[in-house]
């Protein structure tokens, strides 16, 4: 059997799969058995922030590997505590952090705390949690509720948890708190909705007003956070300090990883909340050296000069083709171009992996770039030069 046919006969179809077979990848550079190679401006949906072979993380893992792997829960584990002490300093935030193993469960955990704040802080309880349209929060069954679009709540998965509603734009939701409403949950820039960033003000001023009302603001920062948008976190970035914020894709470079943070340290107790995997040795070391690298390139001022880089060329190519992108979108290396239509961005797309570049889709109509933060100027321009071959041609 080919591979396609081993995995179209033993793997469920939950993905409408490209079957080019990658066996190795360096910095944002992927290599496939047939020997060609591709230049990665995808990073694995923002989770290869380090870029693939990394040695620093490599370095660590292999260390980690041979002396623990895992331990349960019910042990302290160092290299847990150190990651949380890190994550809350690089973020300036004063919080304690939950681990677990991907986004939705991130996403969960803070449904968990919003609820139990709800119940034990107000003498009626609170429990509605208020989220956007175009949003996207997982695909558990709570969380794929808790994401604002129809079309993600299919009848096939019902009945779906009660208490989320969804509308539509920030300043809807001004007007759909009740004295039920526990949360607002928000991503600063919506990355499967099509890469589209929240406005500061609007976003200060929101956090403001639930302050003043005691509704909690959770930032799902799943795709936003580990420097995705240029700092530890796109909260930094907005200013603002919500009472839980979510992290996952980049903190473990490639090793499954999810945190939730909060500064209502109180709300959980022992027994409240758990997961056999979340927080193990593999992946909290994964986290630590994922955030030396990061960190580092942040106070070198090498991050800024590569998001600087990386803009320059994308705006270069919106304005080339405007008979294709309507627009550029995004922040630091979470970027779009915005096409003309659905069948624009499904063609530039499947062109570019045609010429040997990774791209994504988001939203409806865009081409999203989430490359590797450690990308080089090498690798941006021969990304750019295989993509501009590619849509010049449409
Ligand atoms: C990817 C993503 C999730 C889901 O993360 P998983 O690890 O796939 O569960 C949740 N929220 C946002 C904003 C995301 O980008």
Redesign the pocket.
Known sequence: MTLEELDKKYVLKTYNRNYTNFIKGDGSTLFADNGDEYIDFASG??VNSVGHNNPTLVKALQEQVEKIIHISNLQVIEPQAKLAEKICTLANYDGAIFFAN??????EGAIKIARKYGETKFDKKRYKVITLEH??????IT?VKATGQESFHSPNFSPYPDGFLYVDGLEEVYNSIDDETVAVMI?LV???GGVQPFEKEAIQKLEKYLKERDVLLIV?????GIYRTGKMLASNMYEISPDII?M??GLGGGV?I?AVMTKHKDILSAGDHGSTFGGNYLSTRAGLAVLEVLSEMESSGKLTETLAYFTIKLKEMANKYPNLFTEEVGLGLMRGLRAKDNDTMKAVLSKCMKNKLITLPAGRNTVRFLPALTITVDEIDEGFKRFEEAVSTL
Do not use: L, M
Request: avoid cysteine; aromatic fraction near 4%.
């Open positions: 949906i923002a991907s986004g939705a469960e991130a996403n949003s996207f929060h997982g695909r558990t969380t991503e919506q990355g499967e799902d920062e799943v795709q936003t979510t996952a894709k499954p999810g």
